[in-house]
């Protein structure tokens, strides 16, 4: 499912050879070194003709905070990637989106978002086509879940049900559900029965979308 240009970039990884001027890896990650970001971008065509990408958030430079990740993602007009390492197990997992806008307790994005496990295998869990619940972000309806979540569907009730990938406010723990109606089925993280819990060491959020969606992301925060 890689592109076919993954051959020789791969070969060059495997040989620790300088990567291409255009495949830069990213820079200061504690979650992603130069292999695990070469396998991400060759899971998606928009990743892998991306240019150097861009820190929106991170935990370790700009604290645990639900109110600081927002700070950090809100109004970015571009593809973003969101990567969490488990706390213990050293298992990496994520998100790739392009909608991270407050949605008062509705779901956002297109078809073009996607759900990964990185290490210690690689599996992309792309859309089905059958929902269009792809990314939920909430801080500001008190009468729906306060979190990040990917995939799932509300209730009948017009609820928030069960997230296929859900963080808490907290960004500590998170939720990954084997199946949703939203993406293609199989684990994000290790775990038994239909879902599984862990405490996240790092969470980070890279723009792909440049230096124009950066400059814009930060023209719109000015006015607010």
């Not at 130069?34 to 990408?53: D, K, N």
């Not at 990637?81 to 994520?94: H, L, S, Y």
């Not at 509705?106 to 210690?120: I, K, Q, T």
């Amino acid at each position: 499912c890689l592109p076919q240009c993954v051959g020789p970039r791969l070969a060059q990884a495997l040989l620790e050879a300088h990567p291409a001027r255009d495949c830069p890896p990213p820079r200061g990650s504690r979650v992603l070194d130069r292999a695990l970001a070469f396998l991400l971008r060759g899971s998606h065509p928009a990743l892998w003709a991306s240019a150097e990408w861009d820190l929106l958030y991170a935990d370790w430079r700009d604290g645990q905070s639900f109110c600081r990740f927002l700070r950090g993602v809100l109004h970015y007009r571009g593809g973003a990637v969101m990567v969490a390492r488990v706390a213990g197990t050293g298992e990496v997992f994520g998100a790739v989106a392009d909608y991270w806008e407050e949605g008062n307790g509705l779901f956002g994005g297109s078809s073009d978002c996607f759900l990964f496990s990185l290490w210690p295998t690689m599996q992309v869990y792309r859309s089905l086509g059958k929902s269009q619940n792809y990314v939920y972000l909430n801080s500001r309806n008190k009468k729906m879940p306060r979190g990040i979540g990917f995939g799932g569907q509300f209730t009948t009730g017009g609820q928030l049900g069960h997230c296929r990938l859900w963080l808490n406010p907290d960004l500590e723990e998170c939720v990954a559900l084997h199946a949703d109606p939203v993406f293609a089925s199989g684990p994000l993280i290790a775990g038994n029965g239909e879902s599984a819990v862990c405490h996240i060491s790092h969470i980070e959020v890279w723009g792909l979308g440049g230096e124009r969606a950066r400059a814009a992301q930060l023209t719109q925060g000015s006015k607010e």
